[in-house]
C-alpha cells in the first residue's frame, strides 16, 4: 500500500512555544490529507480536512489559530500547535487517500506524533 | 462528532479462539472500513465493504455490514498474539469527503 510518513514521531516542547508536524505521502500524490487528535485509550478525532492549494476545513470546535495547517503541494501537509499548553499535549495522526474520484476509500496513515507539552 | 459504536470496548481471549467485534452507525454511508492500530501507532488499514456488499473476506478476517440495521461485523479467526491491537471502524459517510471513526476495540489474544 502507499507510504504516509509523519515527522516527528514524538516531541517535547516548552509551554508558549509552537511546534510543527509533518505529514508527507511518499509514493502518492494526495489532494486531501486528514489531521486527527487521539487521547489515550480513545478513537481519533478528526480536527480538520487539509486542502492542497486552499483553506484547511476545521471540524466543530477545533480553533483555527491554535492549529494552524498548511497543505502546500500535493506530498506535504504541516500542522502547526501554536503556543502550546499542557493540555495540547496528545496523540496526533495524519492521513492520505489517493486521488480516487469523490468516494472516500482507503485511507493511509502516518505514524502518529506524541506531543508533550511541559 | 463520532458516529460510530464498537461493542464490545474491549475482548480478550486465548490463542486460537475467534474475535468478533461489533459496529453501528447512525447515518447514510458509501462504505465501512475497519482499521487496526498498534499502541503508540498510526492506524493499518484491514478490509473495506461498500454499502451495497453484505460478507467480504480477507486471510483470517470476515467482515458484514448490514445497511437496514446500520451495523457492521469484524471477525477474527484463530487468532493469534500477535493480532493483540485496537480495532476501529470507520464509516465513509454519503456526501462527506471524510472518515468518523467508532469508539475502537481493545483486543488482547492470551497466548
Known amino acids: 500500500g502507499a507510504v504516509v510518513s509523519q515527522h516527528p514521531s514524538w516531541v517535547i516542547c516548552k509551554s508558549g512555544t509552537s511546534v510543527k508536524i509533518e505529514c508527507r505521502s511518499l509514493d502518492f500524490q494526495a489532494t486531501t490529507m486528514f489531521w486527527y487528535r487521539q487521547f489515550p485509550k480513545q478513537s481519533l478525532m478528526l480536527m480538520a480536512t487539509?486542502?492542497?492549494?486552499?483553506?484547511?476545513?476545521?471540524e466543530q470546535g477545533v480553533e483555527k489559530d491554535k492549529f494552524l495547517i498548511n497543505h502546500a503541494s500535493l506530498t506535504l501537509s504541516t500542522l502547526t500547535v501554536t503556543s502550546a499548553h499542557p493540555e495540547d499535549s496528545s496523540f496526533y495522526i495524519c492521513?492520505?487517500?489517493?486521488?480516487?474520484?469523490?468516494?472516500?476509500?482507503?485511507?493511509?496513515f502516518g505514524q502518529g506524533t506524541r506531543l508533550t507539552v511541559v | 462528532s463520532q458516529q460510530g459504536e464498537e461493542d464490545p470496548q474491549a475482548l480478550s481471549i486465548q490463542e486460537g479462539e475467534n474475535a468478533t467485534m461489533n459496529c453501528s452507525y447512525k447515518?447514510?454511508?458509501?462504505?465501512l472500513q475497519w482499521y487496526r492500530q498498534n499502541s503508540g501507532r498510526g492506524l493499518v488499514h484491514l478490509i473495506l465493504i461498500r454499502s451495497n456488499e453484505r460478507e467480504k473476506h480477507s486471510g483470517r478476517l470476515r467482515v458484514t455490514l448490514d445497511t437496514s440495521k446500520k451495523s457492521s461485523s469484524l471477525l477474527i479467526t484463530a487468532s493469534r498474539a500477535a493480532d493483540t491491537a485496537s480495532y476501529f471502524c470507520a464509516t465513509a459517510i454519503q456526501g462527506a469527503q471524510k472518515l468518523v471513526f467508532g469508539q475502537g476495540t481493545r483486543l488482547t489474544i492470551n497466548p
Open positions: 487539509s486542502n492542497e492549494g486552499s483553506k484547511a476545513t476545521y
Open positions: 492521513s492520505a487517500r489517493e486521488n480516487q474520484g469523490q468516494v472516500l476509500g482507503e485511507a493511509f
Open positions: 447515518t447514510s454511508i458509501n462504505n
